[in-house]
């Protein structure tokens, strides 16, 4: 395990679509992130989960975005309906349990086009 | 609130030192940290500071001054490979711990 790896690299979907993308943290790894990132911004919080339980959803997140973790090990978001503003870089970070000062590794991201 | 600001551009010259300035404010402070992005890819970690001063690592050194909201990277011999985006990040405990990011500093090296 090299670290955390992202599926697939790139997507391109019609307007309306349903999309899902799939992230496999680094295995020893209870806390897997998720994020969004537009060009020439910095990161925006998603949802969180520690394990399989998802602790935070951010406000910003509409219904029509899930995500799940069903045995804590890799995750799925999926967003229905997709629109054009949902087009962006979709980062996933895990990081391990516990220590304050471990950074969150990342992933090298989904970057999703709607069309 | 939570709120951090960073420059948005940064122009230096390669061998040259660049010090990136990062303000926060968040109720919960729980450290900071340094990512370097280059375009197209995952922020990869920098540096980490939760008590105030400096933390020297190679060519890059960061620094704390919680009373202040204030951190600083400071970057020296600058490469060409340094050009990317330097992001700041709060982790605050009163949002359970989760990390609060600036827009990230673009930094341009010149020869």
């Known amino acids: 395990d090299t670290g955390v790896s992202q599926n697939p690299r790139h997507k391109i979907t019609k307007r309306g679509q349903n999309v899902t993308f799939r992230c496999d943290p680094i295995?020893?790894?209870?806390?897997l992130y998720w994020y969004r990132q537009t060009l020439g911004q910095g990161p925006e919080f998603l949802t969180y989960?520690?394990?399989?339980?998802?602790?935070?959803k951010s406000r910003l997140l509409s219904d029509r975005f899930s995500a799940e973790r069903p045995k804590g090990s890799f995750s799925t978001l999926e967003i229905q309906r997709t629109e054009q503003g949902d087009s962006a870089m979709y980062l996933c970070a895990s990081s391990p349990q516990g220590a304050q000062n471990t950074e969150a590794f990342f992933g090298q991201g989904t970057r999703l086009t709607v069309v | 609130g939570q709120n951090i600001d960073q420059p948005t551009e940064m122009t230096a010259t390669e061998g040259a030192i660049v010090q990136i300035n990062c303000t926060y404010q968040?109720?919960?402070?729980?450290?900071l940290f340094w990512y370097q992005q280059h375009a197209g890819e995952a922020p990869t970690f920098l540096s980490y500071?939760?008590l105030d001063g400096l933390e020297e690592k190679g060519r890059f050194s960061s620094f704390l001054s919680r009373s202040k909201g204030y951190s600083y990277l400071l970057l020296k011999e600058l490469q060409m490979k340094d050009s990317a985006s330097y992001l700041c990040?709060?982790?605050?405990?009163?949002?359970?711990?989760?990390?609060?990011w600036g827009a990230g500093t673009k930094l341009i090296i010149k020869p």
């Open positions: 295995s020893e790894h209870n806390r």
């Open positions: 968040t109720s919960g402070f729980n450290g």
């Open positions: 989960f520690q394990n399989e339980a998802q602790l935070e």
């Open positions: 500071n939760v």
């Open positions: 990040a709060v982790r605050d405990w009163n949002s359970n711990y989760q990390l609060i």
